[in-house]
Nanobody
Framework: QVQLVESGGGLVQAGGSLRLSCAAS????????WGWFRQAPGKEREFVSA????????YFADSVKGRFTISRDNAKNTVYLQMNSLKPEDTAVYYC??????????????????WGQGTQVTVSS
């Protein structure tokens, strides 16, 4: 059974930082492509970031480019989303997602199979 568990969300002031973690079990972490999505109240889910199975390619939405970074630790079966210079418009529930991917190129593909339960990020102005 695949489980993805996010942590690290919380309340932060604008300009602050948070690091989200997503711990995985039940799948071959090193063979998976990983992504982060977010959804704010009344808005559609947004594809925020992704990293390929090797970690060699990353994707960032224009809205977070230059402020967020994504990384993965295969030894810990964990993927991270470092969020800096946070803005009130970053407020959302953040979800991690995974998919077994035999390619190392599809970093911008928003199709994922496994999802975490989400963690709330609130940025106050």
């Amino acid at each position: 059974q695949v489980q993805l568990v996010e942590s690290g969300g919380g309340l932060v002031q604008a300009g602050g930082s948070l690091r989200l973690s997503c711990a995985a079990s039940g799948l071959t972490f090193s063979r998976s492509r990983w992504g982060w999505f977010r959804q704010a109240p009344g808005k559609e889910r947004e594809f925020v970031s992704a990293v390929t199975r090797s970690g060699s390619r990353t994707y960032f939405a224009d809205s977070v480019k230059g402020r967020f970074t994504i990384s993965r630790d295969n030894a810990k079966n964990t993927v991270y989303l470092q969020m800096n210079s946070l803005k009130p418009e970053d407020t959302a529930v953040y979800y991690c997602a995974a998919k077994i991917d035999y390619s190392d190129y599809n970093v911008e593909d928003p199709d994922f199979k496994y999802w975490g339960q989400g963690t709330q990020v609130t940025v106050s102005s």
